[in-house]
């Protein structure tokens, strides 16, 4: 397929450390082509997390088998299932082995929004679904491209999922404390690790953790 207005990115584009490659993805659009049609979404906000360095990663106490593809090679999609509804996607980087990568929190369709909406949609709502909110949210962002088990470990650079860099990259965003995360790993002053296009409607709100979500994301 072709995005206008993006380049596709190679395997080494990911290979950087994660908080230097947070930053980076917004402004960038994740594909993907089924014999549905195909979903672009552009990407407005992202949490980094850091491995067994970060108490808010499922990295964080060692390698299992939920969060195996986060130890893999950069430029494939760690997915993992939230709360028992969401299956959520993180794009993993740096080098083979160690386990960082960032969550995508939100972004804005910019292809086949009528495909995401009925994904959205499935199940009866009681108001209509603004554009914005297609992707706005990590379980809405995984819901419209179709994420499911099988997504974890899809390859970014393969058929079927793709990354692409903008020709005209973002000059400016925000960073703060990433959502719903508690204990050390939801300390803004430590980790302010949410990252954010100002003046984007797709952008999530803000939440603080509770104890309830203290094992992190």
Not at 4 to 17: E, I, K, M, N, V
Not at 67 to 94: I, K, Q, R, W
Not at 115 to 137: C, V
Not at 156 to 167: A, C, I, N, V
Request: proline share 9%; hydrophobic share 35%.
């Amino acid at each position: 397929m072709d995005l206008p207005g993006f380049t596709r990115a190679s395997r080494d584009w990911f290979r950087r450390p994660v908080l230097n490659l947070a930053p980076l993805l917004l402004g960038c659009a994740l594909a993907r082509t089924t014999g549905d049609g195909t979903v672009a979404v552009r990407i407005t906000e992202v949490e980094a997390y850091a491995g067994p360095a970060d108490p808010g990663s499922h990295a964080f106490r060692g390698r299992t088998a939920r969060n195996a593809t986060m130890f893999g090679e950069p430029g494939h999609l760690y997915c993992y299932f939230s709360y028992g509804v969401h299956h959520n996607l993180n794009v993993v980087c740096d080098e083979a082995g160690t386990p960082t990568g960032c969550l995508l929190r939100a972004g804005q369709v910019i292809r086949g929004a009528e495909l995401a909406r009925s994904r959205r949609t499935a199940k009866p709502r009681a108001t209509a679904l603004p554009e914005q909110h297609l992707a706005r949210g990590p379980g809405n962002l995984g819901q419209a491209l179709g994420s499911s088990r099988e997504t974890d470990g899809a390859d970014l650079l393969g058929d079927e999922w793709s990354w692409w860099l903008p020709q005209d990259p973002p000059a400016l965003w925000r960073t703060g404390p990433r959502v719903g995360v508690s204990g050390p790993g939801g300390d803004g002053e430590l980790h302010p690790w949410r990252f954010w296009l100002p003046g984007e409607p797709s952008v999530s709100a803000y939440r603080p953790g509770t104890a309830r979500a203290s094992r992190g994301r």
